[in-house]
């Protein structure tokens, strides 16, 4: 085994931005970011000319010979090192990679399984307690987070430290919990049929409940909100007018989207049990920080019925630093170096 890896590169590849990183590892294994740059995935045909852009950028190249591994994390599923992302037409081959570019050794991984594996190496004032529950050491955690897509991982301890297992779990079948969200799920089979949690816990899901809001209501957004819909980001205007309360169709698009978010998120830490705390990451999560702290986050974790009194015992954190996915990743890739 290498004494030292020395530098390493790290992705977050996501299906609208794609961030890269340089980093420097010691002998102990802690790692220090020495450069950070944010990519629009689209502008780019593979991942691997991203990667070339990467190691062009003025305080990457003079660096570029030292790097001894790389861990790229992936908003999709990974097998034997091949990845396809779910909302982007790249494919990702772990040793296409090792082979063209001149970084050593490559691993490819979730992006929440890089997640995952940044939680431990998270400072704890970069976490927004929502429910302090009653924590219990070493059991299970997860992972659930809303970006571009619905990110879910699960983290048992073997004794020694946190294994992750990567998930799909937000392509699992969307489940209304009231006559509001009886009728958003029949609005969307209209479109999709099958309507994942994803459709509506993500980036693009926020829209698509103003639409339906629109048509459920009769109502309109205001001509503002509508017209940065058209000329920008529709889910950044969404969360923008209603969190500064300009329009009260976003306002209610979020509640709903908060309220489903947290519900999720309820559902997947039952399904681990996870006494050991569930970890709210994603892109979306800090842009909405105060509404995560009204209640109705919680109250939906927790609205489970006779689990309730259970679910109040769960920890609920939100994840406020957005480079988690690119600090798990850096740490798989300092363990790559070193093999």
């Known amino acids: 085994m290498s004494a030292t890896p020395g530098y390493v590169i790290a992705a ?76 982007l037409a790249w494919q990702i081959d772990q040793a296409e990679l090792e082979a063209h570019l001149p970084i050593g050794k490559v691993r490819v991984i979730n992006d929440f399984a890089a997640a995952g594996l940044g939680i431990e190496h998270l400072p704890e004032n970069d976490l927004m ?58 609005f969307l089979r209209k479109e999709f049929v099958r309507v994942s949690c994803e459709r509506i816990v993500s980036g693009p899901g926020l829209p698509r409940i103003l ?25 950044r205007a969404v969360t923008e007018f209603a969190m500064s309360g300009r329009d009260p169709l976003a306002a209610q698009a979020l509640h709903i989207f908060v309220s489903a978010y947290g519900g999720f998120a309820g559902n997947v830490a039952l ?22 702290r009204d209640g109705t986050f919680v109250a939906a974790f927790n609205a489970k019925g006779r689990f309730g009194p259970l679910m109040a015992t769960i920890p609920v954190h939100v994840v406020m630093n957005e480079h988690l996915g690119l600090i798990g990743a850096v740490h798989a890739a300092e363990r790559v170096a070193r093999v």
Do not use: W
């Open 12 to 87: 977050d590849v996501g299906g609208t931005n794609t961030k890269l990183a340089l980093a420097a590892c010691d002998q102990r294994g802690a790692c220090t970011f020495v450069a950070r740059h944010n990519y629009r995935s689209g502008a780019h045909a593979t991942f691997a000319l991203a990667v070339e852009a990467f190691l062009r950028e003025p305080d990457v190249q003079p660096l570029a010979d030292r790097v001894r591994g790389a861990c790229f994390a992936v908003a999709g599923p990974v097998e034997e090192g091949r990845a396809r992302l779910t909302n």
């Open 129 to 186: 307690t929502l429910q302090a529950g009653t924590p219990v050491a070493r059991a299970d955690r997860v992972v659930v987070g809303a970006g571009t897509g619905l990110g879910v991982c699960i983290l048992d301890h073997d004794g020694d430290h946190y294994e992750v297992h990567a998930s799909e779990g937000g392509h699992a079948d969307f489940a209304p919990v009231d006559e509001l969200q009886d009728a958003l799920l029949r």
């Open 211 to 235: 639409t339906f809001l629109a048509q459920h209501t009769g109502r309109a957004p205001c001509a503002e909100l509508a017209q940065a819909m058209v000329t920008g980001n529709p889910s």
């Open 271 to 292: 399904l681990a049990l996870a006494h050991g705390g569930v970890y709210i990451a994603g892109g979306i999560a800090p842009k909405i920080a105060a509404k995560l």
